[in-house]
């Protein structure tokens, strides 16, 4: 009876606190002692060493298992009978286990989770290493392949063949390159004698027949005119062709060949040519290159109107003024106090009509029809001004706006700039000599701007294919393999068929294209160059 009060005192002791010394001491001693002879055979199920019970391992269940699990190996039916014996030494109670043996079982999925990724980050790490070494292994295998082509001895009937034909190669590029530049030349020379010809024709005819000038001017713009648009629609330059310049000729037409009498319509057309058109020889910066088609008709546009509008009013009869050109004949010999005796301020009046009908529909057809293609890249009059004049006060003040306002500002600066160059229009109007001065002025800066480009831009340009064709030359006159290794060079001289040294010492050439390209010091003393090249 004292054993079982003993007993249950110990009890009630290790639920009040369980992890007492003197507990912890006996279960030592219990797990120390050798099992009975009834359980050294066949073991019991709540015997049976499972790695996912609590209770395996030492009987008192303090050594936990190093496997997180916490399920049982036994039934349900066994753990509802033997219910009461809970808490036994055969099954460890539930005081015994730690938080240890919990939080172990809960972060089980994280911890796979984690070995997954480090065996993936390391698979990773692996591919990416064989990659690299692939490439590296592929990369020094062409070099020994390109060092082993370099220093292979090859016969000299096989360099021969590799040297014959590289350079017939060469040849056969340089001849394409040269039958191109052929056509072109072709092409500008004809351009060239056509332009000195119709200077000629021009002068002579301003001479010698100026009643017959503008059948002149006529042809030449039905010329020129299919040219330029069939060449810039090539291009993508089409929008220019609806400037002011080219709107300044239409009504140069339509004045001579449609209403002669319009004294209105012939006034507005001579403001905006001797005004916005001529002085656009300077801002466009026109040249006279004879040789250059686009160039020429550039010029045309821009100074032949102001040429044939000279001879119109200045130098034809007043008979065939009068029979042919009535508007022209009625403003000129008009009284100053007649309404047709147009001064500047009539001048100006008449020409901003024409102006603003221009300026509007080329803002709503050109600028905001075709916006998507402008801002894709498609060029216009207001583009090309922006960027090359980007320099200067007007430049940056128009992209000092708003990005939404800049075409209005333009706009407006464009019609200030058509009103300034008109304000001296009747001093070329009423005095002869005034206006052929003002033709010769311009006709100066054009040939000023042509010289320019000669001189300058084509010199360059001539240069730089020349240059080109130099680097061809000494290409072509290098040997396939390695320096000394060809038939045609030799770093000793021209060597015979059993290896001998013909002649002195010294690097030489069969081809005979020009000196080394390294200086190296000779046999006599003398120093190659390095800049002889």
Known sequence: MDDI???????????????????MAAAKEQDMKPPPDDARGLQTPYEAADYLSA?????????????????????????????DSFGQNDFPP?????????????????????????????????????????????????VVVDEWRKRVNVKPEEQLDKYRKRMRESVDRLG??????????????????????????????????????????????????????????KIGFHYFLADLCYFVNLLLVLSIWFFPQSKRLFISTYCLAFGNNAVAIAM???????????????????????????????LISPE???AKFPAVHTIKYSLPDAPEHYQLRDM????????????????????VRKRSKIAAGRPTSFTWLRRSYRGNFLGKFVLSCPES??????????????????????????????????????FTWASWNGATYYIDVFGKRMEKELDSLRKEVARMAKSPELSGQSPFTSPNGPAGMDGTVIGGAGRTTALDLGPAAHGRHVSNGSNISEDAR
């Open 176 to 233: 394409k390159r040269w039958t191109d530049a052929k056509t072109v030349t072709l092409k500008e020379k004809i351009s060239f004698v056509s332009a000195v010809v119709n200077i000629f024709i021009s002068a002579y005819m301003i001479g010698a027949f100026p009643e017959y000038f503008h059948y002149w001017y006529t042809v030449q713009l039905l010329y020129f005119m299919p040219i330029r648009w069939y060449s810039y629609h």
């Open 348 to 367: 100006i009046l008449w020409a901003t009509l024409p102006y603003a009908f221009w300026q509007l529909s080329y803002h709503f057809l050109i600028t």
């Open 320 to 322: 065939v003024q009068l």
């Open 405 to 442: 306002m800049q075409e209005s500002v333009f706009m407006g600066i464009q019609y200030a700039y058509a009103l300034l160059t008109m304000l001296p229009c009747p001093i070329w109007f009423w005095y002869r000599w005034a206006s052929a001065g003002f033709l010769m002025l311009f």
């Open 55 to 83: 209770g395996s391992g030492m009987a008192s269940g303090l050594n936990t298992p190093s496997t997180p699990g916490l399920s049982r190996t036994t039934s349900m039916t066994d753990f509802t009978s033997n219910f």
């Open 284 to 314: 466009w910066r026109n040249s006279l290159v004879f040789h250059s088609l686009d160039k020429v008709t550039s010029l045309f546009i821009h100074i032949m109107p102001c040429a044939t509008l000279h001879v119109l009013v200045h």
């Open 5 to 23: 009060m003993s007993s249950d005192a110990k009890s009630e002791h290790r639920r009040s606190f369980p992890f007492d010394l003197d507990q």
């Open 94 to 142: 539930v005081d015994r286990l730690t938080m240890f043996d919990i939080l172990e079982n809960l972060a089980l999925p994280q911890r796979l989770e984690k070995m997954q990724n480090v065996v993936h980050n390391q698979a990773e790490k692996v591919r990416r290493q064989r990659a690299k070494l692939t490439s590296r292994a592929l990369s020094s295998k062409n």
